[in-house]
């Protein structure tokens, strides 16, 4: 069975602080790949999402980048935080290719707090 | 373009009442597909349901149960029987055809008091 991964759970970084957020999948080969944002009381808005190794589409221009070094591992990078980083960060992926489905399932998510 | 309208917030019921999440798209796609997902305070979204826009009947999954309606762009969620467990934010969410984006609501805060 598949199963995603994020890490860390939580985090506090200081403004100006750098960010790296991981995403594994496991189970799976070739997914697609999501990264949302929920800021506090609010819907999820998508980052980025990757339909394959090196391949990003960003959503929002903003502090944050994504990068995709392996088939099954996403990172959220930015190399400055601002205090409107601050949120939870989900990670999502979807089956590609022969394992194809329509759902995206959804990781643990990570809080980030920027003070 | 795509959206996704839930413009109930939050919604406060007492165990055993029955409550009605509303969610309404717009699209311009005649191939879509509509999901509800439910954000326990633990905060991983856990997905419930997905319809594809060809397939209007409605479905019911043991107190859960969907009514889509393409004449009125809308998709919802009942809850038969609320239990405290059900408090959660529930989010409808809208996908392109080739599945590569999703549109979410801003989801619907539910509180089910005992």
């Known amino acids: 069975s598949q199963t995603i991964h994020q890490w860390p759970a939580t985090l506090v970084q200081p403004v100006g602080s750098p960010l790296s957020l991981e995403c594994t999948v496991e189970g799976t080969s070739n997914p697609n790949l999501y990264w949302y944002r929920q800021a506090a009381g609010r819907g999820l808005q998508l980052l980025f999402y990757s339909v394959g190794i090196g391949q990003i589409s960003s959503e929002v221009p903003q502090n944050l980048s994504a990068s995709r070094p392996q088939d099954r591992q996403f990172i959220l990078s930015s190399k400055k935080l601002l205090l409107s980083d601050s949120g939870f960060y989900l990670c999502?992926?979807?089956?590609?290719?022969?394992?194809?489905?329509?759902?995206?399932?959804f990781g643990p998510g990570t809080r980030l707090t920027v003070l | 373009a795509q959206k996704v309208t839930q413009a109930q917030t939050e919604i406060s019921v007492v165990e055993k009442e029955d409550v009605t999440l509303d969610c309404v798209y717009e699209t311009r796609d005649t191939t879509y597909y509509l999901f509800w997902y439910k954000q326990p305070p633990s905060g991983e979204l856990v997905f419930l349901i997905r319809?594809?826009?060809?397939?209007?009947q409605n479905e019911i999954s043991g107190r859960y149960s969907w009514n889509f309606q393409k004449s009125t762009s809308s998709f919802n969620f009942t809850i038969t029987a609320s239990q405290v467990v059900d408090s959660a934010v529930y989010f409808c969410?809208?996908?392109?055809?080739?599945?590569?984006?999703?549109?979410f609501g801003s989801g619907t805060k539910l509180n089910v008091k005992p």
């Open positions: 969410a809208l996908s392109e055809y080739n599945f590569n984006k999703f549109y």
């Open positions: 999502a992926w979807r089956a590609g290719g022969r394992d194809f489905t329509d759902t995206q399932y």
């Open positions: 319809r594809n826009s060809f397939d209007e």
